[in-house]
């Protein structure tokens, strides 16, 4: 579904700031997988989420999307087969718009743009029932602007939005990061009822060691550009968090006393 064949991401090349974000990065993602990707800061991991969004351009290396090369195709034509949800809970809508107009922006996402009629009773009517799942009541607010919204339901709404239109690949950068604890749990149930549902591939960032060892279906840890243990299947549904800590002492030559490196953002 997605493959990723020796992608080299340099930022400032020839520079004294010269960085080596993403090292010759070989991976291969199922049709349906959830992956969670965890590692320790600069480890590469929302690098590797903006190459595959097509945000920043490679150095070297390819990658397919469903099958097709999209290795130099720009950010907003790989739009419209990949939803992205940030860990800021105001990116990814438009504030000053209704929720309505915000969830019609998203399903249009990466069509071609013509003179047409505005929201229709249709979509009016799908929006109510998707938000309705949601359980927030945000279905009896259509009208509402984004802006006057809690950071939990703009999160939420996020979510729907980048999943609205049934991507082929669905982005997550650590989007439950931002909230308290509760709305974290929240948001994160929404997320993958939602990813059921739609049996979305899913590349999921996140800085939190047992949420990456309980969702979805394979875990990969990144370190310095590249990705240093890839566990799936039996051997992930033993391992623990504690486990995980000593593999990561292992397989990159650090070891730690605490896990509050990789409990950090990238």
């Given amino acids: 579904m997605l493959q990723l064949s020796k992608v080299t991401k340099i930022f400032n090349p020839g520079s004294v700031n010269e960085k080596s974000a993403l090292q010759e ?19 590469g991991k929302s690098t590797l989420l903006n190459v595959v969004a097509g945000v920043c351009e490679i150095e070297s290396g390819k990658i397919l999307l469903d ?6 195709r720009p950010e907003h034509i790989r739009a419209a087969w990949i939803g992205r949800v940030f860990q800021d809970p105001l990116l990814g809508t438009a504030a000053s718009m ?4 915000n969830l019609a922006m998203a399903l249009r996402r990466g069509r071609p743009r013509f ?10 009517k799908m929006f109510r029932e998707h938000l309705a799942l949601l359980g927030l009541g945000l279905e009896d607010r259509l009208g509402t602007r984004v802006g ?13 939005m980048a999943t609205i239109a049934t991507p082929k690949l669905l982005l997550l950068d650590e989007h439950t990061a931002a909230l308290d604890p509760r709305t974290a749990r929240t948001v994160m149930a929404l ?3 939602i990813i059921a549902h739609h049996h979305l591939t899913t590349l999921m960032v996140t800085h939190n060691l047992e949420q990456a060892l309980r969702t979805g279906t394979r875990t990969i840890m990144m370190h310095e550009g590249r990705i ?21 002492g292992q397989a990159s030559g650090n070891i730690f006393a605490d896990d509050k490196v990789l409990l950090t953002g990238s």
């Fill in 25 to 43: 990065i070989t991976l291969h993602v199922q049709t349906g997988e959830v992956i969670t990707i965890i590692g320790s800061n600069g480890a």
């Fill in 67 to 72: 099958g097709e090369d999209v290795t130099c």
């Fill in 98 to 101: 209704t929720i309505e107009e």
């Fill in 115 to 124: 003179l047409r009629r505005g929201i229709t009773a249709a979509e009016r």
């Fill in 148 to 160: 006057l919204l809690s950071g939990g339901q703009r999160q939420a709404l996020t979510v729907l």
């Fill in 191 to 193: 997320t993958e009822r």
């Fill in 228 to 248: 240093i243990l890839d566990l799936s299947g039996p051997e992930r549904s033993r391992t623990t968090v504690a486990d995980l800590l000593k593999m990561f």
